[in-house]
């Protein structure tokens, strides 16, 4: 700018220097703000290195086939003993329940989405479900476990009533990306498949999700990743319990998420100078462990998910 | 539950085909024609409309059911209160103990907000314009990592190894900068303080944030990016004319977004806060504030019948909370899909 006013430019060479230059000020600020934006980068990365590695490190001490296949039953003080299995079996039955209602209602309602919505209730549903995104998880215990208390009658704790919270959790993220992949079949599939005089809804069926079912597979492990890690509403519907408890319909179970909690929870054991099998950190050595056990568990399923991506993807039909 | 809810929605929808087809797809008018679709095509239609309102159903009914089971803490007069539940506090009634725990949630879910907006701001910013372009996909999905981990990992990470480490860190703050009513009092030796959790909380919400920016970013008219450049903008000053002006909605939306997360997070508070009831802006001193969602998850595996009643009214009030948080976010959002659709 101020090259314009200049008296007597001696050459272009010289205007084009000026032109091309940034003002000092200006090249500062964006060299600031450039570290800046790096800088928040790095920072953000700071907790993912330091609760990776403190689990780690933390965790693979105790994590091993004993860990894993032992439950609490018995266990108490110091001793060097107690495992998962009772959690594991909790985590599994209550999660595989949760998707059992959720992938149902939720894909139903994607398909209801794309394929025949249209109108006040479309909309509604659309902006209820993304509200319902946000339903703290707390309050879906919360919810479950009044429903339950009405039906029959209060203090009930049983595995399925944590299922239902924890469906209220993953309805939402199931008919989000079911409904994102089911957008993404070609139009042309289905008209070709109703030229052709098909119904419907098996055109729906065969064509539509038969196309889209990498997708869906993808979207239905990670809602189940997403809700597994879930421990407020287990805490409040289906309890703790030390023993194997198969039966979600019958009595408390234990869960991962919240078998970390209790034993965070449970803190140091004061331990006599003279006892010989008490080591006095043993509950935060389960409660790393089992924290390990459920990241890699979320891990496993994510990458799961990815592999579905890949290996059916719709580019693979041609 | 179906068959009560679908059969109006679905006539409805019929009737309105018959009278006028519309012209705007080919196959409208012979789907909605009514001679097209019997049997199996018709039942199937109203299993998914009936799927489709069984998600407004379940919203309402999470509504119904809270406030069924918080009828009696609500009615009950206040002095059988105080006498039947032991830890309300000193509170006289339901309102006075609601109150602090309104407070400290919502002081909790600020101070997360406040720290993670403009760290989750520049890791957007980070992905969208200054990584390689071959790496940014990688980067983002590592901070999508941040996401995977479950709540509780963090509240045991946030107890027992970032309080020990920040508690040098938040004592030099009460020494140096205690005249701030913030950072005064007698700082706490453990660092269960509502500091602490801000932090662990703005971790938590640093992918939500960053997801939803990144796409707004993303979004940004590449012919108003590269006028920018073209008029001698540097890169900084290319975002502030171009980018952040066109994203400013998307950057509110996704920060009510993660208020609405922060509101209802339970372990991480449970775990590392150490509680208390009172109205109170002290960030570093242990046992002054608790949040909604905290109290209920300590206090309800031990609750009477009135208590249990009394911490689901709480739960209502939270519900409530976030549910008006995240509408104004989704309608935010919403607003900004039209306009950017019209362009």
Known sequence: MSAATAPAVASTDDLRRVLSTVDKGRRRRDRLMTSLVVGAFVVAMLPLVSVTWTVLANGLERFDPYFLTHSMRGVFGGMDAGGIYHAIIGTVEITLFATLISVPIGLMTAIYLVEYGRGALARAVTFFVDVMTGIPSIVAGLFAYALFAVILGPGIRMGVVGSVALSVLMIPVVVRSCEEMLRLVPNELREAALALGVPRWLTIVKVVLRTAVAGIGTGVMIAIARVIGETAPLLVTVGVIDSINFNLFEGRMMTLPVYVYRQYQQGLVPCSPDAVDCIATINYDRAWAAALTLILIVMLLNLVARLITRFFAPKNLG | ?343
């Not at chain 2, 489709?52 to 059911?65: D, H, T, Y």
């Not at chain 2, 269960?192 to 939803?212: D, E, K, N, Q, Y």
């Not at chain 2, 609405?260 to 242990?286: D, K, N």
């Not at chain 2, 739960?315 to 976010?329: D, S």
Request: hydrophobic share 55%.
């Open chain 2, 1 to 343: 539950m179906t068959s009560t809810t679908s059969p109006p929605t679905a006539g409805g929808r019929r009737t309105e085909g018959d009278g006028r087809p519309s012209p705007r797809s080919p196959l409208t008018p012979r789907r909605s024609a009514g001679s097209g679709e019997r049997g199996a095509s018709r039942l199937f239609r109203w299993a998914a409309t009936g799927s489709g309102a069984l998600i407004l159903l379940v919203l309402a009914a999470v509504a119904v059911f809270l406030v069924l089971r918080a009828w009696p803490a609500l009615t009950t007069p206040a002095a059988e209160l105080t006498e039947k539940i032991s830890w309300l506090h000193g509170a006289d009634s339901l309102l006075e103990f609601v109150g602090p725990l309104v407070f400290g949630t919502v002081l909790a879910a600020a101070l997360a907000l406040v720290i993670a907006t403009p760290v989750a701001l520049g890791i957007a910013l980070f992905i969208s314009h200054y990584a390689p372009r071959r790496l940014a996909a990688g980067l983002g999905y590592l901070v999508d990592l941040l996401a995977a981990i479950p709540s509780v990992v963090y509240g045991l990470w946030g107890a027992l190894v970032l309080a020990p480490a920040v508690q040098p860190v938040w004592a030099w703050l009460n020494t140096y900068l205690g005249w701030i009513p913030l950072f005064g009092g007698d700082v706490s030796p453990t660092a269960r303080v509502l500091l602490t959790v801000g932090l662990v909380l703005a971790v938590m919400l640093l992918p939500i944030i960053t997801a939803v920016t990144r796409e707004v970013f993303l979004q940004t008219p590449r012919l108003h990016e590269e006028a920018a450049l073209a008029l001698g903008a540097t890169r900084w000053e290319m975002i502030r004319t171009a980018v952040l002006p066109f994203a400013r909605s998307g950057i509110i939306s996704a920060a009510m977004l993660g208020l609405g997360r922060a509101l209802g997070e339970t372990m991480a508070v449970l775990m590392i806060l150490s509680p208390g009831f009172l109205y109170s802006f002290a960030l570093v001193v242990a046992g002054q504030q608790q949040t909604i969602a905290a109290n209920i998850a300590a206090q309800f595996p031990e609750a009477n019948p009135l208590g249990v009643s009394t911490l689901i009214a709480t739960g209502l009030a939270l519900f409530v909370i976030t549910l008006l948080v995240n509408m104004a976010a989704r309608a935010i959002v919403a607003r900004r899909k039209d306009f950017s659709g019209a362009n």
